[in-house]
Each structure stands twice: as C-alpha cells, then as structure tokens.
C-alpha cells in the first residue's frame, strides 16, 4: 500500500492536479477582492475554498504515511505543512489578517515545481555571500548620508536635514526613484552636487547591486552542478549494477556451457553394449 501511495505521489499528473488547485485556489481567492462577485458567487468560491484545503491536507497525510520519520526531515514538507496550519487558522478565525493569509497556500508551488524549488535553494545558499554585501551596502550608505547631511543639509533641509531623511533620500536616488529632482534641487545651490550624487549611484546601483546578482548566479550554478553530480552518480550506479548483472548472466551462461561440454564428454565416453545384446535387442524387436 505505501508503495502505491508513493508511486501516486511521485506521478506526473498528479503532481499537475496539484499545481492546477493551487491556481484555481489562487484564483478564487482573488475573485473573493470583488464584492459583487463575492454576493454572487461567494458561497462556491468557499465551497471551492474548502475543497483545495482538503487537498492539501490530504496530500501531506498521504506523504506522513510514506515517509513517516523522515517526513520531518525534508524542509519542504515543514514549509507545506506551516502553510495548510496557517490556512486553517485563517479559516477557523475571524480576524481578516487571519482571512488574508489564506493568499500565502500559491506559495506551495514554490515547493511542488521543481525548478521554483531550485531557485529557492540558490537564494538560500546565497545568503551567507548576500550578508556581506548587505553589510557593504549599509556602510556605503551610511557614509554617504553624514557627508549629505553636513553638505546639503541647510541647503534642502527636507532632503537632507537629518541622518535619518538622508539615509530615506539616498535609498531613494539608489533605488533610481526621482534622483533627477533631488539632484538639481540641491544643484541649484551647490553645482558640483552632480559629483556626489553620480558617484554614490555608481557605487550603489552599477557595483554593490550587480554583487547580488554575481551572488546570486555562482550560487545556482553551484545548485546545478551539485544536482548534475547526483544524476551522474545516480547513473554510475545505475551502469555498476547492470554491469553487474550482465557479468552474473555471462558467468552463469559459461558454467551453463561447461555443464554441456561435460554433458556430451560423458556421452562420447560411455562405454557401447556387446554385439550380443544388440542382436537380442534385434530379435525381439522383430518378434514384437
């Protein structure tokens, strides 16, 4: 029974029904946003509500069965398992931010579709590289918003008065968000501001930024490359097993032939019957 359970779970076209009730779970959540749909049609989109949870639910009890102890042992089947807990929180409760997290059930296709889950490791094993460079990031941007501040500070007070409003405008020109207006603002009294402002978008946006994509990337292909070493050692298994197994069949094929030369040496050898005997033999068989 846990055999079939697993080889349904493991099926192509299941794991597709999962994927198109997640949807059409993501879409009923969606059209429940309209109020003249929900007055209209609000009793199906729950009815249709329930139903995907059940699924879900019953997908994971189903997975509980065939895994058992290393069920707990997989971070995505605790990730699936915290959104069906919540789901059913928000269902129970009657708090609207408990209604609202029922939009986080789509998150489990992060889990169900193979390359979404790869992405999802990559970014998990870029976090250590993404951590420096956030630290790089925030000294920049710290220096950058004390030199604002005692340069451009009188000058636009709104913009640069206080550590904090520096530190709010120049993630704001970093983010690349109406830097234009914020630089002539401060250009119309000091015009060598273009030198700061143009230097700090280099350095945040063209160097530190592009370091998270460098992350990023070198950590999906190590992701890759650890996922092409699995299938090749998979399939250097695979080959030493029927190896293996065709050397077993050669092995038994020649002590088979050997059997068969002794066979026929024994016959060869077997010593022949008297010339009497054989003309007995020849006279009852034609008194027969």
């Known amino acids: 029974m846990r055999e079939r359970t697993h080889a349904l779970l493991a099926h192509r076209l299941f794991q597709r029904f999962i994927i198109g009730v997640i949807l059409i779970n993501a879409a009923t959540l969606g059209l429940e946003t309209f109020p003249a749909v929900v007055e209209e049609y609000g009793t199906i989109l729950a009815v249709v509500d329930h139903v995907a949870l059940y699924i879900f639910t019953a997908e994971l009890v189903a997975k509980l069965y065939v895994e058992r102890a290393s069920f707990v042992r997989d971070p995505w089947n605790l990730f699936d398992t915290l959104i069906v807990a919540i789901a059913f929180a928000s269902t129970n409760g009657g708090l609207s931010v408990l209604r609202a997290l029922r939009i986080l059930r789509v998150l489990r296709l992060l889990s169900v579709v193979p390359s979404l889950r790869r992405v999802v490791s990559a970014l998990l094993r870029a976090m250590p590289g993404m951590s420096s460079i956030v630290v790089l990031l ?16 009188q000058t636009a007070p709104d913009r640069f008065g206080s550590l904090p409003t520096s530190l709010f405008t120049l993630y704001q020109t970093m983010t690349g968000d109406d830097w234009g207006n914020i630089a002539r603002e401060v250009m119309s009294r000091h015009p060598t501001a273009w030198i700061f402002f143009t230097i700090f978008i280099l350095v945040c946006t063209f160097v530190v930024l592009n370091l998270f994509l460098a992350v990023v990337v070198s950590a999906m292909d190590e992701e890759n490359a650890e996922e092409r070493a699995a299938l090749e050692d998979t399939s250097a298994h695979i080959m030493e097993d029927t190896r293996a197994h065709t050397q077993q069949i050669l092995d038994e094929l020649s002590e088979l032939r050997k059997e068969v030369a002794e066979l026929r040496a024994l016959r060869e050898t077997a010593p022949q019957a008297p010339a009497g005997m054989k003309k007995a033999r020849g006279k009852r068989s034609r008194s027969a």
């Not at 925030?138 to 500070?153: D, E, H, I, P, R």
């Open 138 to 153: 925030s000294l920049v941007l710290y220096v950058a918003a004390v030199m604002a501040t005692k340069l451009y500070g």
